[in-house]
Antibody
Framework: QVHLVESGGGVVQPGGSLKLSCAASGFTFNIYGMHWVRQAPGKGLEWVAYIQYDGNIKSYADSVKGRFTISRDNSKNTLYLQMNSLRVEDTAVYYC??????????????WGQGTLVTVSS | EIVMTQSPATLSVSPGERATLSCRASQSISTNLAWYQQKPGQAPGLLIYDASTRATGIPARFSGSGSGTEFTLTISSLQSEDFAVYYCQQYNNWLWTFGQGTKVEIK
């Protein structure tokens, strides 16, 4: 059974940094692309970043490009999101998601339960 | 960026009735379209991908159709557990985008 567990959320001041983690289990992590998606309170879904199974291809939403970095450690079955220069508008629940099998780009088959990031002074 | 527009924003339906949700892409995305369901306090769940393929475990009352720029999610007979927010998403390029969502509420 696929299991994705995010951690690392919390309260941070504007301009600060935070690193999120997503621990994966129940599937062969090193053959699937992974994503981060966020949802501001009471709002819709916003795709944040993608990383290919081997880490060689990464893609970012314009809203986070240059500030966020997606990475993965296949030896630890873990996905990361390093968030720098955080803004109030980055406040959201952050989800990690595993892609549907197949030639990328693919949609999101499984999601974690999310971790809340609050950017506030 | 491909913009996804969903309509209506809110759909009021009685249990047992049919619900039809629409999603439009700002440019052609072939059939690279998925639908997700999200209930309050929960993560989204995949319903449909490749415009018309049901995800694992999704009941047959959910169906998807369309290609190019116009897509539809149909729920043939609404059950109590189907009242939720539904999002469409395109994955035609390497910048995934979601629609703003349609809330299906009890009439």
């Amino acid at each position: 059974q696929v299991h994705l567990v995010e951690s690392g959320g919390g309260v941070v001041q504007p301009g600060g940094s935070l690193k999120l983690s997503c621990a994966a289990s129940g599937f062969t992590f090193n053959i699937y692309g992974m994503h981060w998606v966020r949802q501001a309170p009471g709002k819709g879904l916003e795709w944040v970043a993608y990383i290919q199974y081997d880490g060689n291809i990464k893609s970012y939403a314009d809203s986070v490009k240059g500030r966020f970095t997606i990475s993965r450690d296949n030896s630890k079955n873990t996905l990361y999101l390093q968030m720098n220069s955080l803004r109030v508008e980055d406040t959201a629940v952050y989800y990690c998601a595993k892609v549907v099998n197949g030639t990328p780009p693919r949609p999101f088959e499984y999601w974690g339960q999310g971790t809340l990031v609050t950017v506030s002074s | 960026e491909i913009v996804m527009t969903q309509s209506p924003a809110t759909l009021s339906v009685s249990p047992g009735e049919r619900a039809t949700l629409s999603c439009r892409a700002s440019q052609s995305i072939s059939t690279n379209l998925a639908w997700y369901q999200q209930k309050p306090g929960q993560a989204p769940g995949l319903l449909i991908y490749d415009a018309s393929t049901r995800a694992t475990g999704i009941p047959a009352r959910f169906s998807g159709s369309g290609s190019g720029t116009e897509f539809t999610l149909t729920i043939s007979s609404l059950q109590s557990e189907d009242f939720a927010v539904y999002y469409c998403q395109q994955y035609n390029n390497w910048l995934w985008t979601f629609g703003q969502g349609t809330k299906v509420e009890i009439k």
